[in-house]
C-alpha cells in the first residue's frame, strides 16, 4: 500500500527520542501515512499512535508531561485505537521503575515495575544485539506470519514484570525469562525494536498498519 487518502494516519510520538525518526521511516515503507506529532492535537485525527523510546523512564515520563501528552496518551487508548509502545515505550505502560532510582509515575495501564537485569547471570548489561522471542500469545494480531523462535533486535538493560501475566504475547531469555512483547484489546508494546529488526520486524509493524487499517 502507498502513502495515500488508502493509508491509515499513524502518530508517531516526538518527546525527543533517539529512534524516532527510524520508526517514521519504517511505518512509511509499511504503507502508512506515519506523522511525527509533538502535542496532543495530533492524535486527534489519527487511526494508531505509537510511542518509540530509547534512554530513560524518567526522562520519557517527564518529556511526555511538558507536551501534555500524558494524558492525551490514555485518552487515546480509551478511545480503542490502536497504540504500539516501543522499548522504552512499553515501559512507560507500567506504574514505575527502578531505573537510577526513579521517582517518576508511569501511565499505569497495567499493574507492574520496570526491573534492571541482574549481573550475577554473567551477562553483558545492556543487551544490545539479536534474541529470540517465544510466542505465548499466537492469535496476537502483531504476529501474523512471523514464526515462533524468530529472533529481533534489542537494546535496553531494563524490562518491565507484568503482574497479570495474561497479556504476555512473547517471552525471551536473557539470564532471565522476561515479557518482550505485550498485548491486551488495542494496546500493543515490544521491548525489542522492530525497527532495527529487518525483515521480522517490518512485518510487525506491516501488521501493526493493517490493524489500523
Same mark, same amino acid.
Given at each position: 500500500? =502507498? ?5 491509515? %494516519? ?7 527520542? =533517539? ?5 517514521? $521511516? ?9 506523522? +511525527? ?12 499512535? +505509537?510511542?518509540?523510546? @530509547? ?9 511526555? &508531561? &511538558? ?6 496518551? $490514555?485518552? !487515546? ?12 515505550? *512499553? ?8 531505573? *537510577?532510582?526513579?521517582?517518576?509515575? =508511569?501511565? =499505569?495501564?497495567?499493574?507492574?515495575? @520496570? @526491573?534492571?537485569?541482574?549481573? #550475577?547471570?554473567?551477562? $553483558? ?8 522471542? &517465544? ?18 533486535? !534489542? +537494546? ?12 504476555? #504475547? ?16 488495542? %494496546? ?11 525483515? #521480522? ?6 501488521? !501493526? ?5
Amino acid at each position: 500500500m =502507498g502513502v495515500g487518502e488508502s493509508s491509515p %494516519v499513524i502518530a508517531v510520538i516526538d518527546y525527543d527520542s =533517539g529512534n524516532l525518526r527510524s520508526v517514521h $521511516k519504517a511505518l512509511l515503507a509499511v504503507g502508512a501515512d506515519a506523522r +511525527v506529532i509533538r502535542h496532543p492535537e495530533g492524535m486527534r485525527d489519527a487511526r494508531a499512535v +505509537v510511542l518509540p523510546g @530509547v534512554g530513560a523512564f524518567d526522562d520519557c515520563i517527564n518529556a511526555l &508531561r &511538558r507536551q501534555e501528552l500524558l494524558a492525551a496518551v $490514555k485518552e !487515546f487508548i480509551g478511545s480503542g485505537r490502536p497504540f504500539l509502545g516501543i522499548c522504552v515505550g *512499553y515501559q512507560a505502560l507500567f506504574e514505575a521503575s527502578e531505573e *537510577y532510582n526513579s521517582c517518576a509515575q =508511569g501511565l =499505569g495501564l497495567f499493574r507492574g515495575r @520496570v @526491573v534492571r537485569f541482574n549481573s #550475577a547471570h554473567g551477562l $553483558k548489561i545492556p543487551q544490545i544485539g539479536w534474541n529470540q522471542v &517465544r510466542i505465548t500469545k499466537p492469535d496476537c494480531p502483531l504476529y501474523r506470519d512471523i514464526a515462533d523462535g524468530t529472533h529481533f533486535y !534489542f +537494546v535496553h538493560s531494563f524490562h518491565p514484570q507484568p503482574e497479570d501475566q495474561d497479556i504476555v #504475547a512473547t517471552r525471551t531469555d536473557y539470564g532471565v525469562d522476561f515479557s518482550s512483547s505485550i498485548w491486551r484489546e488495542n %494496546v500493543y508494546a515490544t521491548q525489542f525494536h522492530p525497527e532495527k529488526s529487518q525483515t #521480522a520486524g517490518m512485518q510487525l509493524l506491516r501488521n !501493526f498498519v493493517a490493524v489500523a487499517g
